[in-house]
Each structure stands twice: as C-alpha cells, then as structure tokens.
C-alpha cells in the first residue's frame, strides 16, 4: 500500500488539479497537474481535424494529466479514467475512500493545518471538533483568537469564555508568566519568592474568610505586604479595612511560620524597592486579567476568547500564563484531551510562549493530549506534526512545505497553490492523501 500511495499516474485528458478520478478498476487518483508542453502532433493534429481529414493514430490528440493514485488499486495502463463526486453523505471531513477521522492515528496525533486566508481551516476544525466530542475527548479546548467558535462549541455542550487567572492554581512559573514578571526581570527569584508568599498567603485568607470583591481584597492585601514591617499582625483592628489588612498579615505569618515570618520583615524592610515593583506587576495582572478566579476547573469543552488581546502586543503575559496553565492542567489530568492553537506562529512569536508550546507538543502524546496546529504560513513546529495543507497561494512556502511531503514534492508544491476552498492534502506517513470539507 505504501508504495503505491503517492505513485504518480499520467492521464490522458486535461482535468483541473485537485480533481478526482476513477479508473475503471476503481483506483482512485487525485489529479496534482498538467504537462506543461504540449503534445508534439497537437499542432498537426489540429490542422488535419481543421482540414477535415482523418487524423492518424499517432497523431491523435493526447494532452496528459498527472496524478497522484490515491487508492490501494493501481489503474492499468489504458484504462478509461472519469471524475468522480466525493462520497459524501452528510457534511464532515472525507478521503477517497470515505469519511476520515483525523484525530484518530497510531503514529503523531499532533495536526498542522496550514493554508491561505479564507480557504476553510476554521471550517474544518470545527469538524474536527465535532468528531474529537464523538469520539470520546474528554476536554475539548479551543485557544480562540478570532471569536469564531462560539457557535460550535455551545453545539457540543460546551461554553466560550474569556481566559481566568485561576490565581490559587498557578504555579510560580505561572505567577511569573502572568504578572510579565518573566519577560521583564532579569534575575526573578526574589521577586518570585514575594509573589509566591504573597498568593500563597491571599488564598489562605480567603479559605478562611468570604471575599467578595476579589480585585479589591488582593490591592488591599498588596498595601499590607508592602507595610508588612510596620503593620503587627496582632494589633486590634481600627476599621473593616483594616480587619483584611491585618488579617492578611496573621494568614502570612500562619503560612510561613514566625520564624521565617519574621525574617521575611526584615528582609522587605531592605528591599522595599523589589517587593513594591512585585505588588505592582502583580495588581497589574490582577487588574487586566478578563476574569480572576481562586479557583478554576478546566471545563472539558471550552473556547478561550482571546481576541481581545491582539491588539498591541503579539500575546499578553495573561493570554501566556492561563496557557500555561491549560497545558499543565491538561498533562495532570492524563484525560484524552483536544487542544486547538489558533495562529500558531502568532504564540511562537514569543520566546516564554514558544517554549511552552514546544515542551507541550513533545509531551502532550505520553498524556492522551492532541493538538491542533492553525495557521497561514508555515512555521517551525511542523516536525512533530501531520500537516494537512490547503491552498497556498505563495509558492515559496508551498514548495517549503511539499519537502516535507514523503513522495512527489515536486507534484504538490504545484498542486497547493491550485486547490480550493476546502481542499486539502494530507501528509499522512508514507501518504497524501487529499481531503474534503464537505458543509
Ligand atoms: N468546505 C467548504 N465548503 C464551502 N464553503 C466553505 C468551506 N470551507 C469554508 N467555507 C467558507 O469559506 C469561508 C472561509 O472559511 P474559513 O473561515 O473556514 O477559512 P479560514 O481558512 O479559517 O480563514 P482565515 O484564514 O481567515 O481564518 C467561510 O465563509 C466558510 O463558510
Ligand atoms: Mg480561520
């Protein structure tokens, strides 16, 4: 089988590329280009047909097609060929031979959709998505960038939200990630440290006491941390804002103990500077995250809105950290999981984000973790992927990426820039195996 995918057939006939035929034995061919001159007695044959003569055998017209058998069958030579309608008797995803399950493989789970604007890469994840519910995902996340798979995703059970900074759930690393932290010290640790104290401290507190405007309880914690010298947790109370404040400081002091307590006043009282610049970066998050939570479980269908924080950077320290944190959740819940990375050269763009996604990708397998890859251009995470290619309209990269293709690159960097709406190759192995969207 292996050979004969990918095994280029000529046929007789001019047929539009993307096309797809059957031979009279019923091999299956996807027509991937023409000949590019043209038959050596077509300008004789033509001026005999004009003439009105016969046109001897030799002569007779045959303009020749080339294309890529996609069956298991090979045509004889001679046989007749005809297009064909693909098989299709409702909308979803379909291959010469039928529907076909993308998310289900042996080999790389991981998908790379690449192709030009407009030529149905969301249409086809959203078959996807609806295939990954029936099929038995049991999370199913989206990382929305254009608000576009709201529709889909209440369709299958599920619900479009904005991303939450689950501030009790985070990891420090997450921490770092969400206040910019990461990107902007140079050595974080102390300033992780505060951070970690800070959190650990807030979410004791609100274990033990209702609070009802988070934003402002985690500001007023904030000016406690930053007059913890100062402020004795033992002290009676003058107000209500008071009751947080100091109430926040005796949670510190519980979490850390006295001992390292105590020395953490000392140490603020040196680093006044640092521990403010942490309080800041934090508030920040604090203050522009959508949504902040204690607490968020993972639902298991879910589009992350991110559109909102496109616009001037390429990804905020928010959209990052709540990744981080979907990717980590995702490994340590071992659940079959589908994740959808909408522009993916978009996150690569960042160096965090970037490593993230990487570790994530090499890993995600071992953890039942699918991913799918979106994008319009080629980029560098193609490896550990299957690359399902539609139309790409510029050559270079359409010749980029047919090198990828296991058989007849030069036969698909000619067909890529030629399909339409809905029409992909798969590179499926040893195979390509083309596909349609069917709506
Ligand atoms: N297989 C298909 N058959 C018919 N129409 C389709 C098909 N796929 C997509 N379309 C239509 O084409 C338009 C663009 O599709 P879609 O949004 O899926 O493209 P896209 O590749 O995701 O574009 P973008 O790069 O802008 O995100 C939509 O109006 C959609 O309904
Ligand atoms: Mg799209």
């Excluded at 904030?222 to 400081?249: Q, W």
Aim: charged share 25%.
């Amino acid at each position: 089988m292996i050979g004969v995918h990918g095994r280029v057939a000529r046929i007789a006939g001019f047929y539009r590329p993307g096309a797809l035929l059957e031979s009279e034995s019923g091999a299956r061919m996807l027509v991937v280009g023409r000949r590019k001159a043209l038959h050596p007695h077509f300008m004789e044959a033509l001026r005999l047909a004009r003439d009105g003569e016969p046109v001897p055998a030799e002569h007779e017209v045959v303009s020749v097609s080339r294309a890529l058998i996609v069956s298991e069958q090979v045509p004889e030579p001679g046989e007749r060929v005809r297009e064909v309608e693909w098989r299709a008797e409702r909308p979803g995803v379909y291959g010469p031979e039928g529907e076909v399950n993308l998310l289900k493989h042996e080999g790389i789970p991981h998908v790379t959709i690449i192709a030009s604007t407009g030529m149905g890469k969301t249409t086809l994840v959203k078959m996807l998505l609806r295939q990954a519910a029936s099929a038995g995902f049991r999370h199913i996340i989206v990382l929305d960038m254009h608000d576009e798979y709201g529709d889909v995703v209440r369709e299958l059970g599920g619900e479009a939200a904005p991303p939450v900074l689950p501030l009790c759930d985070l990891t420090d690393h997450e921490l770092l990630a969400a206040t910019g932290l990461l990107r902007v010290a140079t050595s974080p640790i102390r300033m992780m440290r505060y951070l970690r104290y800070f959190v650990r401290a807030f979410c004791r507190l609100a274990e033990k006491t209702e609070i009802e405007n988070l934003r402002a309880a985690l500001e007023r914690a904030g000016d406690a941390m930053l007059l913890l010298d100062v402020i004795s947790p033992d002290a009676k109370a003058l107000d209500e804002r008071e009751t947080l404040t100091r109430e926040f400081i005796r949670a510190l002091r519980d979490e850390l103990g006295p001992t390292a307590f105590n020395a953490l006043r000392e140490v603020v009282r040196k680093d006044e500077e640092r521990m403010a610049a942490t309080m800041m970066y934090l508030m920040w998050a604090v203050e522009h995250a959508p949504r902040v939570e204690l607490h968020w479980e993972l639902p298991d269908i879910v589009a992350i809105q991110l559109l909102e924080f496109r616009s001037i950077f390429a990804m905020s320290d928010i959209a990052l950290a709540v990744m981080s944190y979907i990717f980590r959740r995702l490994m340590e819940l071992k659940e079959p999981a589908l994740v959808v990375i909408e522009e993916a050269p978009r996150l690569l763009q960042d160096e965090t984000a970037r490593r993230n996604l990487e570790l994530f990708l090499s890993q995600a397998r071992k953890f039942g973790v699918t991913a799918v890859l979106v994008s319009q251009t080629p980029h560098d995470l193609v490896q550990n992927t299957r690359l399902v290619l539609g139309r790409v309209q510029n050559v270079a990269w359409a010749r980029k990426l047919a090198e990828l293709a296991p058989q007849m690159p030069g036969e698909l960097a000619r067909l890529l820039p030629q399909l339409g709406r809905g029409e992909f190759a798969h590179l499926d192995g040893q195979r390509v195996v083309p596909l349609r969207v069917i709506v």
